[in-house]
């Protein structure tokens, strides 16, 4: 019985680490077309290409999000903003958001 928790518990840590890969591509994808977007002005319609493509579905599903028309619009959306995802991760950028977001309010 050991034996299969055990065997249960790696496979689980696997498909954590490829689904973690899998959203690395994603996040490398809308890098690239933030790229195109500020170079060529065709972000959105490039990440919109990819993520209605089969690879692109493929990679969207393995990296736990379910490919649907409104998973493209809000991709879109996030590169015609023009932030990168790097610095749309981190800590500082959430920050200033909030920090926006409540002085709209008031």
């Known amino acids: 019985m050991r034996d299969f928790v055990d ?6 840590e696997q498909g954590n680490r490829a689904r973690k890969l899998f959203a690395a591509v994603v ?3 809308l890098d690239d077309a933030i790229a195109d977007d500020k170079k060529y002005g065709n972000g959105p319609e490039q990440i919109a290409r990819w993520a209605r493509s089969r690879d692109g579905r493929e990679v969207l599903s393995c990296a736990g999000i379910d ?3 409104r ?3 809000g991709l879109m959306e996030f590169v015609s903003k023009g932030v990168r995802t790097s610095v749309a991760l981190s800590r500082e ?3 200033r958001r909030n920090a926006a977001l409540q002085a709209e309010a008031a």
């Open 93 to 95: 950028e959430s920050e």
């Open 7 to 12: 065997g249960t518990a790696y496979n689980s």
């Open 71 to 73: 998973v493209v619009s």
């Open 67 to 69: 490919p649907n028309e």
């Open 27 to 29: 996040l490398a994808a």
